[in-house]
């Protein structure tokens, strides 16, 4: 009996050590495809908040529309903004560390041309949980990185 509290008070510290160390932008620095493969995110530190977690879509599936025209966020609220491309867009912004996940930050959503509130958890190697709510709604979506066999 001792020896299994012990084992599960060492896994538990390794855990809650290894949540720690997923303090810095670069452990998750990375391109992360989507659920579903539709694109992939690069997140890294962000440009002007290098505590800060940022990402951007460098890749797309269907990079054009049927007429070979570059997809852009035409969905997007803003007239000024409808004409700029999907490819290079900011997607993730302004996400902070609080011990357990990146959170605060907030996700914009190409496809319906709207942001939301968002949360980022590291699920295990090359894996992570992307959440994004309005009010008490929420949606959530597993994150890959290609290079890590997830």
Same mark, same amino acid.
């Given at each position: 009996?001792? @020896? #299994?509290? %012990?084992?599960? !008070?060492?896994?538990? *510290?390794?855990?809650?050590?290894? %949540?720690? &160390? &997923?303090?810095?932008? %670069? /452990?998750?620095?990375?391109?992360?495809?989507?659920?579903?493969? $539709?694109? @992939?995110?690069?997140?890294? &530190?962000?440009?002007? &908040?290098?505590?800060?977690?940022?990402? +951007?879509?460098?890749?797309? @599936?269907?990079?054009?529309?049927?007429?070979?025209? !570059? #997809?852009?966020?035409?969905?997007?609220?803003? =007239?000024?903004? +409808?004409?700029?491309?999907? *490819?290079? *867009?900011?997607?993730?912004? /302004?996400? $902070?560390?609080?011990?357990? $996940?990146?959170?605060?930050?907030?996700?914009?959503?190409?496809?319906?041309?709207? =942001?939301? /509130?968002?949360v980022i958890r590291i699920k295990g190697p090359?894996?992570?949980?992307?959440?994004?709510?309005?009010?008490?709604?929420? $949606?959530?979506? %597993?994150?890959? /990185?290609? +290079? +890590?066999?997830?």
């Amino acid at each position: 009996m001792m @020896r #299994k509290l %012990a084992l599960a !008070a060492l896994s538990g *510290l390794f855990m809650s050590t290894a %949540a720690l &160390a &997923a303090g810095s932008p %670069a /452990d998750l620095s990375a391109q992360w495809l989507t659920e579903g493969g $539709k694109s @992939r995110v690069e997140i890294g &530190a962000c440009p002007n &908040a290098p505590t800060q977690l940022c990402g +951007k879509i460098v890749w797309l @599936r269907e990079p054009t529309n049927p007429d070979g025209s !570059a #997809k852009v966020d035409k969905e997007n609220s803003d =007239e000024t903004l +409808k004409k700029r491309p999907i *490819l290079g *867009l900011q997607m993730l912004r /302004d996400f $902070k560390w609080d011990g357990e $996940k990146w959170d605060d930050g907030y996700i914009y959503n190409p496809e319906d041309g709207k =942001e939301y /509130d968002s949360v980022i958890r590291i699920k295990g190697p090359g894996e992570l949980e992307v959440k994004g709510c309005v009010l008490f709604i929420c $949606k959530r979506q %597993a994150w890959t /990185d290609p +290079k +890590k066999g997830s």
